[in-house]
């Protein structure tokens, strides 16, 4: 059964200090998402990629994180510097298209401290 | 007011017992709806989505959507233990980049054996 991957599954790091996660969504899926999930909260989306294509990022603290999806693929999520505050569930999901079900990794934990 | 409100429980029902979860959306564009299963320290799980008006049944879960009153609700027939966990609601409506998924902070279901 096709699954999104995600890595590493989890990361601690310092503070200010740069991390980057990596996803590769369901072949053929043209939709991805970034989530941040804090515990106790339902999954905030950070970016939405159409292809290789931004289509939302309008809660992406773009002072610290970045998102790309060169080839329209796998993605990296970056966070720098880091801050305390980031400590969460990072979850990356596919869609065959914006309006579909979509479909979640494993999630990275990351804990800063 | 949330764009997706949930009751966080927790709901506690008997082994056996029908669970139901509900949750309401704050834009009548909204287009699709899901619910998804979120076991402790995991990732969310897509157990439903429903795109009309009415009942969609898939084994022990039914899922119902009314958009003139901007609602949809989960029932879970003949609960298990192995269905503790929390349940979140997910609207698909219209954002700045088109298409968005949009999460409630879920509701927390324990089913006593």
């Known amino acids: 059964e096709a699954e999104v991957a995600q890595s590493p599954r989890y990361k601690i790091t310092e503070k200010s200090q740069a991390v980057a996660f990596w996803c590769d969504p369901i072949?053929?899926?043209?939709?991805l998402y970034w989530y941040r999930q804090i515990l106790g909260q339902g999954p905030e989306l950070l970016v939405q990629?159409?292809?290789?294509?931004?289509?939302?990022d309008s809660q992406l603290p773009k002072d610290r994180f970045s998102a790309e999806r060169l080839k329209g693929v796998d993605s990296t999520l970056k966070i720098q510097p880091a801050e305390l505050g980031d400590s969460a569930m990072y979850l990356c999901?596919?869609?065959?298209?914006?309006?579909?079900?979509?479909?979640f990794g494993q999630g990275t934990r990351l804990t800063v401290v | 007011q949330k764009e997706v409100e949930q009751n966080s429980g927790p709901l506690s029902v008997p082994e056996g017992a029908i669970a139901s979860l509900n949750c309401t959306y704050s834009?009548?564009?909204?287009?699709?709806f899901f619910w998804y299963r979120q076991y402790s320290g995991k990732s969310p799980e897509l157990i439903m989505s429903?795109?009309?008006?009415g009942d969609k049944e898939d084994g022990r879960f039914t899922a119902q959507l009314n958009k003139a009153s901007q609602y949809v609700s989960l029932l879970i027939r003949d609960s298990q233990p192995s269905d503790s966990a929390t349940y979140l609601c997910?609207?698909?409506?219209?954002?700045?980049?088109?298409?968005?998924?949009?999460f409630g902070a879920g509701t927390r279901l324990f089913v006593k054996a």
């Open positions: 999901a596919s869609s065959p298209s914006r309006a579909r079900d979509a479909f």
């Open positions: 072949s053929g899926h043209a939709t």
């Open positions: 990629f159409q292809d290789e294509s931004v289509v939302d």
């Open positions: 834009d009548r564009g909204s287009q699709s």
């Open positions: 429903i795109y009309s008006n």
């Open positions: 997910a609207v698909n409506r219209l954002g700045t980049g088109g298409f968005k998924t949009i």
